[in-house]
């Protein structure tokens, strides 16, 4: 559980980056965490074959104050949400919940851009 986070740039719940990073995340949840730039609940940024799943989480209420994803930024990598709850995020400017959207997506009850 990341929660009642600030952080200064990207990521302000979870942050995940490297060249071929792997990650997963089950029954978790990320909230109420905040960010100046990219990522106010969780950044994302694997290059070459890094991947990123997601599984039974919930990731809620999560601000960026300024650009890119409220709840999720995804600078690069292949990301896959399954059974996932993502809203109520908030950006200034750009996507409140993810940005861009994910590559994957698999039962996935409540899905929100804003």
Do not use: H
Not at 9 to 27: C, E, K, L, P, W
Not at 81 to 91: E, K, P, W
Request: hydrophobic content about 30%.
């Amino acid at each position: 559980m990341a929660s009642l986070n600030w952080q200064c740039g990207t990521g302000g719940g979870v942050i995940v980056q490297g060249r071929n990073t792997t990650a997963t995340f089950t029954n978790c949840n990320i909230y109420n965490n905040r960010a100046m730039n990219n990522g106010g609940g969780v950044y994302i940024n694997v290059k070459e074959s890094g991947a990123v799943t997601f599984t039974n989480c919930n990731i809620l209420n999560n601000q960026v104050s300024g650009n890119g994803g409220g709840g999720v930024y995804i600078r690069s990598g292949t990301v896959t949400f399954i059974s996932c709850d993502v809203y109520s995020n908030t950006a200034a400017a750009v996507r409140a919940s993810v940005e861009p959207p994910p590559r994957l997506l698999s039962n996935s009850p409540q899905w929100s851009l804003y």
